[in-house]
């Protein structure tokens, strides 16, 4: 098992262009999830799923927009990156009892 | 809403110290406790977690927290420091059935030879 494997590891953007951050699992896990991290503020929600084609906002979810059209897949859009957005980002899935979050190892992006 | 508060975002031990990593929660049901940890350049895992019975959970590495609901604590403690502990860990809460965790600001641990 690959567990939750996310790319691209490490992006760089210009502000007001877009781009996909990508997650998949092979967990066959229900719920999965996108935290951002930043300095002092822990792990902030983005966006989560609870299943195929049900989502749901998390505590900053401004400027992302997700989807989830496969159990396996739930890929994170940036509509118009701005440097508010530069932060290391987290896909985490779990099943349905959320007693264990399985993590990926994170996206690194700088919006400059 | 939940909550969780890290005392201390940087702690510094000796190695073969006792290690204690202070988390204090706020929720107004039943919370479900965890700690994660994360090495540098990598994701969180996670090292243990508090649901229901023994308030006394034991983790990976050695690690073990106790559940205190009168102080509404989970502290996590390890009696001898290593120098792989060094990482920084996060504290989070969550309730039976809900959508969310709620993570801490993390504390970052430094093992000192």
């Known amino acids: 098992n690959a567990g939750v494997t996310q790319t691209p590891k490490f992006q760089v953007l210009k502000t007001g262009q877009s781009m996909t951050l990508q997650c998949a699992q092979d967990?066959?896990?229900?719920?999965m999830s996108w935290y951002r991290q930043d300095p002092g503020m822990g792990l902030r929600l983005i966006h989560y799923?609870?299943?195929?084609?049900?989502?749901d906002q998390g505590e900053v979810p401004n400027g992302y927009n997700v989807s989830r059209s496969t159990t396996e897949d739930f890929p994170l859009r940036l509509l118009s990156a701005a440097p508010s957005q530069t932060s290391v980002y987290f896909c985490?899935?779990?099943?349905?009892?959320?007693?264990?979050?399985?993590f990926g190892s994170g996206t690194q992006l700088s919006v400059l | 809403a939940q909550s969780v508060t890290q005392l201390g975002s940087h702690v510094s031990v000796s190695e073969g110290a006792l290690v204690l990593l202070r988390c204090n929660y706020s929720s107004s049901v039943p919370p479900y406790l965890f700690w994660y940890v994360q090495y540098p350049n990598q994701g969180l895992q996670l090292l243990l977690k508090?649901?229901?019975?023994?308030?006394l959970v034991k983790g990976i590495n050695g690690f073990e927290a106790e559940f205190k609901k009168s102080e509404t604590s989970f502290h996590l403690t390890k009696p001898s420091a290593h120098m792989s502990d060094a990482a920084e860990y996060f504290c989070a809460v969550t309730k039976q059935g809900a959508q969310k965790l709620v993570f801490g600001q993390g504390t970052r641990l430094t093992i000192n030879p």
């Open positions: 508090y649901t229901t019975g023994a308030t």
């Open positions: 799923s609870v299943g195929a084609g049900i989502t």
């Open positions: 967990m066959n896990h229900e719920y």
């Open positions: 985490a899935s779990s099943s349905r009892s959320r007693e264990k979050l399985f």
